[in-house]
């Protein structure tokens, strides 16, 4: 058994904060538990929790400056993707009316392995996951 306890966080990078805290608060019902000003060489940040103990850490930098290509599979950078844990199908679906509400992109729900998984877009365009764990009241 891992002596770790799962993911705490995953920093990433934005160029319009406000817009990304607005779309996790819409589709996810995530809360910003910290905000900081930009001071210095360090960028305005926030920290959104995601529930269960994740959370991001959003730094709010510059176009430009965000390098490779969100929407290319290999271009995104040594971390292609992370994937949010959901509790079932049920809120899966749900979630992806909100995302969609939010102005997400999103795919289809299709099983991988033993879980449900929704791959979206966010508004900076990365590519992102949705996980639940399959049950046996799900649709077949």
């Not at 904060?17 to 019902?29: G, K, N, Q």
């Not at 176009?63 to 290999?74: F, P, Q, V």
Request: charged share 25%.
């Amino acid at each position: 058994m891992p002596i770790t306890g799962g993911i705490n966080h995953i920093a990433t990078l934005t160029p319009d904060l406000d817009r990304l805290i607005r779309f996790y608060s819409d589709a996810f019902e995530a809360t910003v538990t910290f905000e900081m000003a930009a001071e210095g060489d360090h960028p305005r940040m926030a920290i959104i929790d995601l529930g269960a103990g994740g959370a991001l850490n959003v730094f709010e930098v510059p176009d430009e400056s965000i390098i490779g290509a969100r929407r290319t599979l290999g271009g995104r950078g040594a971390i292609d993707h992370f994937g949010i844990a959901v509790d079932s199908h049920a809120t899966l679906a749900g979630l992806r009316e909100r995302m969609v509400a939010a102005g997400a992109e999103t795919g289809e729900i299709q099983k991988l392995g033993g879980e449900w998984s929704l791959f979206f877009r966010d508004p900076d365009g990365m590519e992102l996951e949705v996980c639940a764990p399959s049950g046996p009241d799900d649709p077949a």
